[in-house]
């Protein structure tokens, strides 16, 4: 942001930088069963391996090709209902989550697991790419939705001094180090955003290669 042509008082430049921001991260390119990619943009590559399922916007071009047949009317269902909430109904804090699985799978591009994809109201189609990897261990809007779903949560992240249970009753988005992630085990994540992140530096420039 270049405010030196502007003359606007100072709490507006604070103002207007806070509001307008950047998310510094990673695109990554997960595919369906039957090679449909499905690009998410996520600010915690350093939690890859903690992606247990992903989610969809509803209203995502990608719904009607994956769903399959046994699934249909109620994704269909779910879409109609969905269209009916505005954006700031949807993205409530502390709103019950819903969502309808869709039937379809895809293949996390780091660990080559099959993880569920489902689709529900909370992801917007005007954010990112319109679809997630959901981490439940560490984002708390996932962790609810894993929850009343049953959906596995698997921690990636652990403080130091923490117990195995440490995530049990909410997600964890502190510092801690890499577990569960293959060869970036014991990577330290300072809880720091992007490059200044060395769990999340280190996992860039590994998907880069």
Request: include cysteine; charged fraction near 25%; proline fraction near 6%.
């Amino acid at each position: 942001l270049d405010f030196t042509k502007l003359d606007w008082p100072e709490p507006v430049h604070i103002m207007e930088t806070n509001w307008i921001g950047r998310s510094e991260g990673a695109r990554v390119v997960f595919h369906s069963e039957h090679g449909d990619p499905i690009e998410i943009f996520t600010t915690r590559p350093d939690t890859l391996w903690g992606a247990t399922f992903m989610v969809l916007a509803p209203e995502h071009t990608l719904v009607s090709k994956i769903v399959t047949p046994e699934q249909r009317a109620e994704v269909e269902a779910y879409i109609a209902q969905t269209a009916r909430a505005t954006e700031i109904e949807r993205t409530a804090e502390g709103r019950d989550k819903t969502g309808v699985f869709t039937g379809a799978y895809a293949v996390n591009p780091v660990n080559s697991e099959r993880v569920p994809i489902w689709i529900a109201d909370y992801v917007m189609i005007t954010y990112g790419s319109g679809a997630i990897m959901a981490v439940p261990a560490h984002d708390q809007r996932d962790f609810e939705f894993a929850r009343k779903f049953g959906l596995e949560i698997r921690p990636v992240i652990k403080p130091e001094d923490a117990g195995d249970d440490f995530c049990r009753e909410a997600a964890y988005d502190g510092a801690g180090l890499m577990i569960n992630s293959g060869r970036f085990d014991g990577t330290l994540s300072n809880g720091a955003k992007g490059r200044k992140n060395p769990a999340i530096s280190a996992v860039i420039d590994w998907l880069e290669a």
